[in-house]
């Protein structure tokens, strides 16, 4: 009798064979040396990225292994497997001629595998089926599959050139080109015909007359444009007066925003004097426009100042012109955006006011040069651009905050928005412009001309968490949150005022430079601080519990509005902070800002509110030297309009509620005495804004408008369109 054919067991399934080669070698088809980067990655045309696979251990097990049961469940499971595998291999070695007892255990071994699988198949209907998994199985398995199906994020490229910066991004086209020239036909073996022969033609010259021809249809279908101002260079002052402004600038704001490299400007701007050839579109020409018109600010002169500020105006006006025109490219480089910060730092320290456009169009060109990516992964920058891309890329992150600040805007600069790095702590003397490796860094506690820049730059998380708290309206807002915010920003401003306590006796120079700076930053910080507790200090007249928030606020509107006692405009010596005050726009005026002004009279107010016969005396006592500043800051305005700035807003409020507050401190009428102050003081207001629009004529005879404007005898409505305010508000009983 013939046997029965033995049943073919199933063939064990080969393991695959680990991958030794990189990816880019692999996908190329090419040997790789296996090196760490190998050498076919060094040498390709394309930069490549040489990575190794690591080797995962594929799991064939039974397809159970990955529902997710509990383990009494699957230990069960695994016994009868373990159980019934050995048994069907037993089976597989039992002959069909057996002897009778053979034949008895063959019939027992069946039995007992019928039984097997009438238990498994219990156990597998207790457990959930795949079609129906249950949710935490289905996030769990559908967070195992995206972690194995994810990829890393695509490095960017950066191309620089001598005429713009261009950043591709994670979908430009120019990655997948690469992509294909690395993986394309060039390694591969083809059949080379010889017969071929090679075109005698000068594609070189042939690519740069197709250039030259290119932009010059180009530059056709772009309309002639006329400048606002054409000859803004011939506006320039005199060179000792240039000195003066530009000395003013670096003194100043430059330790702040750390726009430009000082050594490689102070070059330039000598070859400017000289007279050294320089292109028709110099971009330097208007770089220094910019300086000169910050400059103009801190000029010691008021009456100087305020005739060289006509002309910034028209710098600021030229320059942002000459950078957004038509004419230049959508790409920016490096000193496109200094200028674009300069420009907007003018806007700020000038009369012209901020823009959202301009703003929007900064942070757009930092972010198309790639200054929201660290420099140090790409391959183009300079050991000198690796510094100044992430000095510019500050300056471009605390402009924006400001502004958003000012307009009460949600930031389009978040903390997973860009990778840069903090500058580091470098003085200019110690880079060069071909500097072929950095130097090492100075240590944090020695001061240099980054310290400041840098110091302001670790408080920026903190103040755009506050902006970004205050901007959600979907929240209410937490006044634990306030008080703790609030001291994270007074910590703040302790750890930067250490870097001016730290200069020594020897650094004389240094201390009187620094103040400014120390100054400047202060008042940003203290406004930060009225921004959070404003709305609890509406409620704290009403709700005993928000107390503390009227103090924090006080404290910080004081801080800001003691600088009003250095100022002195009739006698022309003040320093550098006053100077800015006088000139600037929005809360950086300080002292002169009814930003702050307003908060150190609603306190007032809300004194002589909870106030009785017994503590009048002591809180008029208390409340005098308050008083005494925000009169001699009142007092200013005047001086202010003889020279030609007039404040009427600041000047028509301040004066009406300081009546207010000593007619209710006397027991007055408010109304009585605001009469006689109408009576003793407009007057004398139109007088001094008559003589300036006489000189106005005098200077531009020929401008119509000024010429066909009347001047009618006061009435009460005049004043309230002068004071942009109801003004029979203020003649109301106090209650």
Same mark, same amino acid.
């Given at each position: !009798?013939?046997?029965?054919?033995?049943?073919?067991?199933?063939?064990?399934?080969?393991?695959?064979?680990?991958?030794?080669?990189? $990816?880019? %070698?692999?996908?190329?088809?090419?040997?790789?040396? #296996?090196?760490?980067? %190998?050498?076919?990655?060094?040498?390709?045309?394309?930069? *490549?990225?040489?990575?190794?696979?690591?080797?995962?251990?594929?799991?064939?097990?039974?397809?159970?292994?990955?529902?997710?049961?509990?383990?009494?469940?699957?230990?069960?499971?695994?016994?009868?497997?373990?159980?019934?595998?050995?048994?069907?291999?037993?089976?597989?070695?039992?002959?069909?001629?057996?002897?009778?007892?053979?034949?008895?255990?063959?019939?027992? =071994?069946q039995r007992t595998v019928d039984d097997l699988k009438h238990r498994l198949a219990q156990i597998e209907s207790r457990t959930p089926a795949p079609s129906q998994p249950s949710p935490s199985s $289905?996030? @769990?398995?559908?967070?195992? !599959?995206?972690?194995?199906?994810?990829?890393?994020?695509?490095?960017?490229?950066?191309?620089?050139?001598?005429?713009?910066?261009?950043?591709?991004?994670?979908?430009?086209?120019?990655?997948?080109?690469?992509?294909?020239? @690395?993986?394309?036909?060039?390694?591969?073996?083809?059949?080379?015909? +010889?017969?071929?022969?090679?075109?005698?033609?000068?594609?070189?010259?042939?690519?740069?007359? /197709?250039?030259?021809?290119?932009?010059?249809?180009?530059?056709?279908?772009?309309?002639?444009?006329?400048?606002?101002?054409?000859?803004?260079?011939?506006?320039?002052?005199?060179?000792?007066?240039?000195?003066?402004?530009? @000395?003013?600038?670096?003194?100043?704001?430059?330790?702040?925003?750390?726009?430009?490299?000082?050594?490689?400007?102070?070059?330039?701007?000598?070859?400017?004097?000289?007279?050294?050839?320089?292109?028709?579109?110099?971009?330097?020409?208007?770089?220094?426009?910019?300086?000169?018109?910050?400059?103009?600010?801190?000029?010691?002169?008021?009456?100087?100042?305020?005739?060289? *500020?006509?002309?910034?105006?028209?710098?600021?006006?030229? @320059?942002?012109?000459?950078?957004?025109?038509?004419?230049?490219?959508?790409?920016?480089?490096?000193?496109?955006?200094?200028?674009?910060?300069?420009?907007?730092?003018?806007?700020?320290?000038?009369?012209?006011?901020?823009?959202?456009?301009?703003?929007?169009?900064?942070?757009?060109?930092?972010?198309?040069?790639?200054?929201?990516?660290?420099?140090?992964?790409?391959?183009?920058?300079?050991?000198?651009?690796?510094?100044?891309?992430?000095?510019?890329?500050?300056?471009?992150?605390?402009?924006?905050?400001?502004?958003?600040?000012?307009?009460?805007?949600?930031?389009?600069?978040?903390?997973?928005?860009?990778? $840069?790095?903090?500058?580091?702590?470098?003085?200019?003397?110690?880079?060069?412009?071909?500097?072929?490796?950095?130097?090492?860094?100075?240590?944090?506690?020695?001061?240099?001309?980054?310290?400041?820049?840098?110091?302001?730059?670790?408080?920026?998380? #903190?103040?755009?968490?506050? $902006?970004?708290?205050?901007?959600?309206?979907? &929240?209410?807002?937490?006044?634990?949150?306030?008080?703790?915010?609030?001291?994270?920003?007074?910590?703040?401003?302790?750890?930067?005022?250490?870097?001016?306590?730290?200069?020594?006796?020897?650094?004389? &120079?240094?201390?009187?430079?620094?103040?400014?700076?120390?100054?400047?930053?202060?008042?940003l910080l203290q406004r930060q601080i009225i921004i959070l507790h404003r709305p609890f200090v509406i409620q704290a007249r009403n709700d005993m519990r928000f107390s503390i928030s009227r103090k924090l606020c006080?404290?910080?509107? #004081?801080?800001?509005?003691?600088?009003?006692?250095?100022?002195?405009?009739?006698?022309?010596?003040?320093?550098?902070?006053?100077?800015? /005050?006088?000139?600037?726009?929005?809360?950086?005026?300080?002292?002169?800002?009814?930003? /702050?002004?307003?908060?150190?009279?609603?306190?007032?107010?809300?004194?002589?509110?909870?106030?009785?016969? +017994?503590?009048?005396?002591?809180?008029?006592?208390?409340?005098?030297?308050?008083?005494?500043?925000?009169?001699?800051?009142?007092?200013?305005?005047?001086?202010?309009?003889?020279?030609?700035?007039?404040?009427?807003?600041?000047?028509?409020?301040?004066?009406?509620?300081?009546?207010?507050?000593?007619?209710?401190?006397?027991?007055?009428?408010?109304?009585?005495?605001?009469?006689?102050?109408?009576?003793?003081?407009?007057?004398?207001?139109?007088?001094?804004?008559?003589?300036?629009?006489?000189?106005?004529?005098?200077?531009?005879?020929?401008?119509?408008? =000024?010429?066909?404007?009347?001047?009618?005898?006061?009435?009460?409505?005049?004043?309230?369109?002068?004071? +942009? !305010?109801?003004?029979?508000?203020?003649?109301?009983?106090?209650?």
């Amino acid at each position: !009798m013939h046997l029965p054919a033995e049943p073919e067991r199933p063939t064990p399934r080969r393991r695959r064979r680990p991958a030794k080669s990189c $990816t880019p %070698c692999r996908n190329r088809k090419i040997k790789c040396d #296996l090196g760490e980067p %190998c050498s076919q990655c060094l040498k390709a045309r394309a930069p *490549l990225q040489c990575s190794y696979e690591p080797y995962v251990k594929r799991n064939h097990g039974h397809r159970l292994e990955s529902v997710n049961v509990d383990s009494g469940v699957a230990a069960a499971l695994e016994e009868v497997q373990s159980r019934l595998s050995s048994l069907e291999g037993a089976s597989y070695a039992v002959p069909s001629r057996t002897p009778p007892a053979t034949s008895a255990l063959n019939e027992k =071994l069946q039995r007992t595998v019928d039984d097997l699988k009438h238990r498994l198949a219990q156990i597998e209907s207790r457990t959930p089926a795949p079609s129906q998994p249950s949710p935490s199985s $289905t996030v @769990a398995s559908t967070s195992s !599959m995206t972690a194995a199906a994810s990829v890393p994020q695509v490095t960017p490229k950066l191309r620089v050139s001598d005429e713009k910066t261009k950043l591709f991004g994670p979908n430009h086209f120019m990655l997948t080109l690469n992509e294909f020239t @690395a993986n394309g036909l060039e390694n591969r073996e083809v059949e080379v015909n +010889m017969s071929i022969s090679t075109p005698n033609v000068d594609f070189p010259c042939i690519r740069d007359e /197709f250039n030259k021809m290119r932009k010059i249809i180009k530059a056709a279908e772009i309309p002639v444009l006329v400048e606002p101002v054409p000859d803004v260079l011939g506006t320039i002052p005199a060179r000792d007066v240039c000195d003066k402004l530009v @000395a003013g600038y670096l003194r100043t704001c430059e330790p702040i925003y750390r726009i430009l490299h000082i050594p490689t400007f102070q070059q330039e701007y000598e070859s400017f004097w000289q007279g050294a050839a320089l292109a028709k579109d110099s971009i330097f020409d208007m770089t220094l426009l910019m300086v000169l018109a910050i400059g103009v600010t801190f000029l010691d002169s008021e009456q100087e100042k305020f005739r060289l *500020l006509v002309a910034a105006k028209s710098w600021v006006i030229a @320059a942002e012109w000459r950078l957004t025109s038509l004419h230049r490219k959508v790409s920016s480089d490096i000193k496109d955006v200094q200028l674009a910060c300069l420009i907007q730092l003018a806007r700020q320290m000038t009369p012209i006011g901020n823009s959202w456009t301009f703003i929007g169009t900064l942070t757009q060109m930092a972010s198309g040069a790639g200054l929201h990516r660290d420099p140090e992964q790409f391959l183009s920058p300079s050991p000198f651009e690796i510094v100044m891309r992430r000095r510019l890329w500050a300056t471009v992150m605390e402009l924006q905050l400001q502004y958003t600040i000012d307009q009460a805007s949600a930031s389009p600069i978040g903390p997973l928005l860009y990778d $840069t790095k903090t500058p580091p702590n470098y003085n200019d003397a110690d880079l060069s412009v071909d500097m072929k490796s950095l130097p090492q860094e100075i240590p944090d506690g020695i001061h240099t001309d980054s310290s400041v820049q840098r110091a302001l730059l670790a408080s920026f998380p #903190l103040r755009l968490r506050i $902006t970004n708290i205050l901007q959600d309206f979907m &929240a209410p807002q937490d006044h634990a949150t306030a008080i703790e915010l609030s001291q994270e920003v007074r910590n703040a401003f302790s750890n930067i005022s250490s870097i001016f306590d730290k200069l020594g006796p020897s650094d004389k &120079a240094l201390l009187q430079v620094s103040q400014f700076q120390r100054d400047f930053i202060s008042v940003l910080l203290q406004r930060q601080i009225i921004i959070l507790h404003r709305p609890f200090v509406i409620q704290a007249r009403n709700d005993m519990r928000f107390s503390i928030s009227r103090k924090l606020c006080m404290d910080a509107a #004081l801080a800001v509005v003691q600088y009003g006692k250095d100022m002195d405009l009739e006698r022309d010596k003040m320093n550098d902070i006053c100077r800015m /005050f006088v000139t600037v726009t929005g809360p950086l005026k300080g002292p002169l800002s009814l930003y /702050f002004i307003a908060t150190i009279v609603l306190e007032i107010f809300t004194q002589l509110e909870e106030q009785d016969s +017994m503590t009048n005396e002591i809180l008029c006592l208390t409340q005098q030297p308050v008083l005494d500043i925000l009169q001699h800051i009142c007092d200013q305005s005047l001086p202010l309009m003889k020279i030609g700035r007039p404040s009427l807003k600041r000047y028509g409020l301040l004066s009406t509620m300081l009546i207010q507050i000593r007619a209710t401190q006397k027991g007055r009428d408010p109304r009585e005495a605001m009469m006689e102050w109408v009576h003793a003081n407009l007057q004398t207001i139109r007088g001094y804004l008559q003589k300036k629009l006489d000189t106005i004529r005098s200077e531009q005879s020929a401008i119509e408008s =000024l010429t066909a404007m009347t001047f009618p005898d006061f009435d009460f409505n005049m004043l309230e369109d002068a004071f +942009m !305010m109801d003004m029979s508000m203020f003649f109301k009983p106090y209650q």
